[in-house]
């Protein structure tokens, strides 16, 4: 079976003035969901030269500034639904929601106010800059009149256009959700069949457990299966028996008598065993002589 995935949550956290250090990881904001996608925007601050409307043809453009880089997410927060590991349950999602506004709340430098620089981080994404604006919309309430899920417009902008940051990122054995390749079942055609086309006619048994199947000679066409989910398993066991026992005498004629047996008895998991039976008689006359002699082999399949 495939082993759990676990999820690299995004976070929120303070920068100082020159955007370079962290501070204050008690503000960090973890979110309790992922964005389903991240949207980053730049633009050029171009300017037409004052008079260029006097000329004739298309008039110059010029760059007058650094440019901007905006980055644009939706955030959810649910006190109905499990919290991200470390955090404390709560009645109000206010309660989660207030630790991302506080990087949109000025505070105060010296004689001025402003917005905590903020970065923003998941997996090998960062971007830093300010909060520009934060929208919350609060979605559904308790029967006292409780907000218990909210999801939150951000949008942060930096006064600069530059190459992204890229962070390594340790690279996860687990592999992702929805990419472990699934057979679908044929027309009749029962799992061991389907197991055998696929060389793994031996472990069809415990393929049938990991996929819930309860009869495995009458599948559903179409039925989705994970055939590389079983587990061999074997057993052998064998044993052998064999005798034999002759009496010969004479009497003014000479007469022998033989005779040999074997039993065999052989099996594998899955409880099959074999058994046959074969015989045969040979009787010869000399002078004043009788001589018989008796095989028996025995064989038998269930």
Same mark, same amino acid.
């Given at each position: 079976m495939?082993?759990?995935?676990?999820? +690299?949550k995004? +976070?929120?956290?303070?920068?100082d003035?020159e955007f370079?250090?962290?501070?204050?990881?008690?503000?960090?904001a973890k #979110?309790?969901?992922?964005?389903e996608?991240?949207?980053v925007?730049f633009?050029?601050?171009?300017?037409t030269?004052?008079?260029?409307?006097?000329?004739?043809g298309?008039?110059?453009r010029?760059f007058v500034g650094?440019?901007?880089?905006k980055?644009?997410l939706?955030l959810?927060?649910d006190?109905?639904q499990p919290m991200?590991?470390g955090?404390?349950a709560? /009645?109000?999602?206010?309660?989660?929601t207030q630790?991302?506004?506080?990087f949109?709340t000025p505070?105060? +430098?010296?004689?001025?106010y402003?917005?905590? =620089?903020?970065r923003f981080?998941?997996g090998?994404f960062q971007?830093d800059?300010?909060?520009?604006s934060?929208?919350?919309s609060l979605?559904f309430f308790?029967p +006292?009149?409780r907000?218990l899920?909210?999801s939150?417009?951000?949008?942060l902008?930096?006064?600069?256009i530059t190459?992204?940051?890229?962070k390594?990122?340790?690279?996860s054995?687990?592999q992702?959700?929805?990419t472990?390749?699934?057979?679908e079942?044929p027309?009749?055609?029962?799992l061991?069949?389907l197991a055998d =086309?696929q060389?793994?006619g031996?472990?069809w048994?415990s393929i049938?457990?990991a /996929?819930?199947i309860e009869?495995?000679?009458?599948l559903?066409p179409?039925q989705?299966l994970?055939?590389n989910?079983?587990v061999?398993?074997?057993?052998?066991?064998?044993?052998?028996?064999?005798?034999?026992a002759g #009496?010969?005498g004479?009497?003014g004629?000479?007469?022998?008598f033989g005779?040999?047996?074997?039993v065999?008895?052989?099996?594998s998991?899955?409880?099959?065993s074999?058994l046959?039976?074969?015989?045969?008689a040979?009787?010869?006359g000399?002078?004043?002589g009788?001589?018989?002699?008796?095989?028996?082999e025995?064989?038998?399949?269930?």
């Amino acid at each position: 079976m495939s082993n759990s995935v676990k999820l +690299e949550k995004a +976070e929120l956290r303070q920068l100082d003035a020159e955007f370079k250090n962290e501070i204050n990881p008690d503000k960090t904001a973890k #979110v309790q969901f992922n964005p389903e996608s991240l949207k980053v925007a730049f633009a050029n601050q171009i300017a037409t030269p004052a008079g260029a409307g006097d000329q004739k043809g298309t008039p110059a453009r010029q760059f007058v500034g650094a440019g901007t880089t905006k980055l644009t997410l939706q955030l959810w927060f649910d006190v109905t639904q499990p919290m991200p590991e470390g955090q404390t349950a709560e /009645n109000d999602v206010r309660k989660l929601t207030q630790k991302v506004a506080y990087f949109i709340t000025p505070v105060q +430098e010296g004689k001025n106010y402003v917005p905590p =620089s903020v970065r923003f981080i998941w997996g090998s994404f960062q971007f830093d800059g300010l909060m520009e604006s934060l929208e919350e919309s609060l979605e559904f309430f308790s029967p +006292e009149g409780r907000p218990l899920r909210a999801s939150m417009a951000l949008n942060l902008s930096q006064q600069k256009i530059t190459e992204f940051t890229i962070k390594d990122v340790a690279a996860s054995n687990a592999q992702t959700p929805g990419t472990r390749p699934l057979t679908e079942a044929p027309k009749d055609k029962s799992l061991p069949e389907l197991a055998d =086309s696929q060389g793994k006619g031996d472990d069809w048994q415990s393929i049938a457990a990991a /996929n819930n199947i309860e009869n495995p000679r009458m599948l559903e066409p179409g039925q989705l299966l994970d055939m590389n989910a079983g587990v061999s398993v074997g057993a052998s066991f064998g044993a052998g028996i064999s005798g034999s026992a002759g #009496v010969s005498g004479s009497f003014g004629a000479s007469a022998s008598f033989g005779a040999s047996g074997s039993v065999g008895a052989s099996g594998s998991f899955g409880a099959s065993s074999s058994l046959s039976v074969q015989g045969g008689a040979n009787t010869g006359g000399g002078a004043g002589g009788i001589e018989t002699n008796i095989k028996l082999e025995v064989s038998d399949l269930f």
